[in-house]
């Protein structure tokens, strides 16, 4: 409570009409799509304002076809406030991708880390075949990201802002938190044309 008093003093302190200002409207262009991860505050990430990206996170940034939470997101992101850009954001380091990589017996978590396991049935060979552990989770992160890109891009949310011409990108990032920098990775998607025709909707 403390911290938020300095924080708000702070605030307008800096610029007087700061909070009224942010309380009439939000008009992000951003949804950020992270890891739960305490360590990684997407705001501070990227260096925005309240009020300039709107966030979902849980663990291990995966985007389920079933997950109406996730799902309910997108659509007020993509339909209402009309963002231009959905930002799938993992790092190193994870401990849910290493928790899923494991294998280990945790409970509940076990059904959700499930959808990583999959991840790492898909790509088990090449990333196995890398000589470290660090390396393989590093490898698994990654393709981790690069799926959960295509999840959001499979939606019908997505897919149907890209057949009403709407200005919509899907990007995948990668975070180090042991150097505070982000990596684009090769898995920037603009239009339908750029995904599987599995799964593409059809008027």
Known sequence: MENNKAW??????ID???FINLSKQQTPEYLWIGCSDSRVSAN???DLAPGEVFVHRNIANVVVHTDLNCLSVIQFAVEVLQVKHIIVCGHYGCGGIKAAY?????GLIDNWLGHIKDVYRLHKQEIDALPTEKERLDLLCEKNIIEQVA???HT???QRAWRDKKDLTVHGWIYSIENGLLKALDAEVS???QI??????HD
Not at 102 to 106: A, Y
Request: glycine content about 4%; aromatic content about 4%.
């Open 44 to 46: 501070q990430v990227i």
């Open 191 to 193: 239009d339908t044309a």
């Open 151 to 153: 999840n959001v891009c």
């Open 102 to 106: 494991d294998g280990k017996d945790l």
């Open 156 to 158: 019908s949310i997505v």
């Open 16 to 18: 007087a009409d700061f």
């Open 8 to 13: 708000a003093k702070k605030m307008t302190d």
């Open 196 to 201: 599987s025709s599995t799964h593409t909707l």
